[in-house]
């Protein structure tokens, strides 16, 4: 029998986050992008985060973003270790990463169980963005079943939200209806976070100050306390 994951990965130096959602155009590659950045920037006086990002997804959209980092940053100063797995080798890859950073933020491929699956088995937990329409929710069970399935707990993080407060609250009573846990921040709907993944940064480090980046911190300090 495998570790309990509800308590987390005790014998392991590091956690893993897996991002992973069954329907396309959730904005994963986003997410694992800034909640990785993220990790990194909330040091609060103490050392900061080691951080590693693991691309499982073959399009290699979290590749690509990393490559413009690399070009914009410098090779050496992009704050993170970047690997790319497929299939089965994502878990491998995942362990090991974990041996040495403290945190992996694994990025999953959409319609596909045969590829997330390892990186679903691996984590400590998952994490399934959502925008917030009924249709993107009713996908999202087939991610959280299969998390389940793997006995791994999955939080899901609202994701492109809209300033229409009404329809905010509507998914937050449908998201308690049906019984999946989600993180209490969630991001908005905003064009500096598709601005900054252009150029191999995040919101934090192209607008520090900016509300996106408070949003950014907000969703890390929610993830750091669901993790315990």
Same mark, same amino acid.
């Given at each position: 029998?495998?570790p309990d994951?509800?308590?987390?990965r005790?014998?392991?130096?590091?956690?893993i986050?897996?991002?992973?959602?069954?329907?396309?155009?959730?904005?994963?590659?986003t997410?694992?992008?800034?909640?990785?950045?993220?990790?990194?920037?909330l040091a609060?006086?103490?050392?900061?985060f080691?951080?590693?990002?693991?691309?499982?997804?073959?399009?290699?959209?979290l590749?690509? !973003?990393?490559?413009?980092?690399?070009?914009?940053?410098?090779e050496?100063?992009?704050g993170?270790?970047f690997r790319t797995?497929?299939? !089965?080798g994502?878990r491998?890859?995942?362990?090991?990463?974990?041996?040495?950073?403290d945190f992996?933020?694994?990025d999953t491929p959409p319609?596909?169980d045969?590829?997330?699956?390892?990186?679903?088995?691996a984590?400590?937990?998952?994490?399934?963005?959502v925008?917030?329409?009924?249709?993107?929710? !009713?996908?999202?069970g087939?991610?959280i079943?299969?998390a389940?399935?793997?006995?791994?707990?999955?939080v899901?993080?609202?994701?492109r939200v809209?300033?229409?407060a009404?329809?905010t609250?509507?998914?937050a009573?449908?998201?308690?209806?049906?019984g999946?846990?989600?993180?209490?921040?969630?991001?908005?709907n905003?064009?500096?976070?598709?601005?900054s993944?252009?150029?191999?940064?995040t919101?934090?480090?192209?607008d520090?100050?900016?509300?996106a980046?408070a949003?950014?911190?907000?969703?890390?300090?929610?993830l750091?306390?669901?993790?315990g």
């Amino acid at each position: 029998m495998g570790p309990d994951k509800t308590i987390g990965r005790q014998d392991m130096a590091g956690r893993i986050v897996t991002v992973a959602q069954q329907k396309g155009g959730s904005g994963k590659t986003t997410l694992a992008a800034h909640l990785a950045v993220g990790l990194t920037r909330l040091a609060d006086g103490a050392p900061a985060f080691r951080v590693a990002i693991l691309d499982v997804d073959p399009q290699g959209s979290l590749g690509t !973003w990393f490559e413009a980092r690399e070009r914009s940053l410098g090779e050496a100063a992009t704050g993170l270790e970047f690997r790319t797995a497929s299939g !089965w080798g994502a878990r491998r890859e995942a362990r090991a990463l974990a041996r040495d950073f403290d945190f992996v933020l694994v990025d999953t491929p959409p319609k596909t169980d045969v590829d997330a699956k390892p990186a679903i088995d691996a984590a400590d937990l998952v994490v399934v963005p959502v925008q917030p329409t009924p249709v993107d929710l !009713w996908a999202t069970g087939q991610t959280i079943q299969m998390a389940r399935r793997e006995s791994t707990p999955a939080v899901l993080v609202l994701n492109r939200v809209p300033p229409r407060a009404a329809l905010t609250a509507d998914m937050a009573e449908a998201i308690e209806k049906s019984g999946f846990e989600r993180l209490a921040a969630h991001l908005g709907n905003r064009t500096a976070f598709a601005a900054s993944m252009g150029e191999g940064r995040t919101v934090q480090e192209t607008d520090a100050r900016g509300k996106a980046a408070a949003e950014v911190e907000a969703l890390v300090r929610a993830l750091l306390d669901r993790l315990g």
